[in-house]
């Protein structure tokens, strides 16, 4: 069995080849505007790495930004970002296409599925998956599997408000924790106060840690996603929140936002493990691929 997986962000596009085994055989990446001269530029980058592997694979998985509708696997909405994507049939114009099994489903529920089988949270049944980055993204799993919502959109917890009255957010609402918790408000503001752009590798140099204004945003920022990961400890009581996004890879940083959770909780919560996604930029792709060896069995019977 092989599965090709995909997984499609606002800026690139990465995909791969994974085995029985889940075993990534290669991975590639790709501007999402390759093909920025075609309707639906995603659709058409996809069916042509499809075309070109045609033949060696015997399902398709597919993480995405967006909200999806999983059991049609077509997007529904949420991807402003990507022109003309909203809506897009992907099962079933892949399926119809390529006569085989395609399993689609939204990038922090993928991450969160991959971390579950082959990473940070393997072996357990209940956790919440959260990535800081462009926004916040999050997953509630539990019993095993993802909870999706009603709509398909559960765990947006980059959209609970924190802050009354608070700052804009890209959603058009205010106050939303992601308007204070995203990797991207953080490097902003480090940015904005040194005078110069500045990157999250950049601030984490060490030379650069000794600066008491990036010292100084820094604690500020640990408390907006302490304060964040507070609630969803009193709403869900979980055992174990996996921190995904390339800026979470930083042990200083998961320190400090380890102390500061913990600070805040009742002795009925403090036994929450926190701890930092395992699988960095493949998350996605094998969260993707084990869905589609999932669709695989359901498609052979």
């Not at 790495?49 to 399902?59: I, T, V």
């Not at 009581?237 to 390339?246: A, E, K, R």
Request: hydrophobic content about 40%; overall charge negative.
């Amino acid at each position: 069995m092989k599965i090709i997986a995909f997984d499609v962000g606002g800026t690139a596009i990465k995909f791969g080849m994974v085995d029985e085994n889940f075993k990534v055989l290669f991975s590639e990446e790709f501007p999402t505007n390759e093909f920025e001269d075609t309707d639906n530029m995603v659709m058409y980058a996809m069916e042509a790495k499809l075309r070109e592997y045609e033949g060696q694979y015997d399902a398709i998985g597919i993480s995405t930004a967006g909200q999806v509708d999983f059991e049609n696997g077509m997007i529904h909405d949420g991807v402003g970002n990507i022109p003309n994507y909203n809506h897009s049939d992907l099962r079933g114009t892949f399926e119809r296409i390529f006569n085989v099994p395609v399993a689609v489903d939204n990038d922090v529920n993928c991450a969160a599925i991959g971390e579950a089988h082959f990473g940070a949270a393997k072996g357990a049944s209940d956790f919440l998956c959260l990535t800081y980055g462009t926004g916040v993204g999050g997953c509630i799993y539990i019993n095993g599997d993802v909870y999706r919502g009603s709509k398909f959109a559960g765990g947006e917890f980059g959209h609970m408000a924190t802050h009354k009255d608070g700052r804009p957010c890209t959603c058009g609402r205010i106050g939303c924790y992601e308007a204070y918790a995203a990797c991207r408000v953080f490097t902003k503001s480090v940015s904005d106060r040194m005078g110069k752009k500045m990157n999250g590798r950049e601030i984490f140099m060490e030379e650069n840690l000794k600066n008491p204004i990036i010292i100084e945003e820094m604690d500020n920022w640990e408390d907006e996603i302490a304060l964040g990961l507070r609630n969803l400890c009193y709403i869900f009581n979980p055992s174990l929140i996996v921190l995904g996004g390339g800026i979470m890879s930083e042990d200083l940083l998961l320190g400090h936002i380890r102390h500061k959770v913990n600070a805040q909780l009742e002795p009925n919560y403090k036994h929450v493990k926190i701890e930092k996604a395992q699988l960095g930029n493949k998350a996605g792709m094998l969260g993707a691929a084990w869905l589609a060896s999932e669709r695989l069995k359901i498609w052979n019977k």
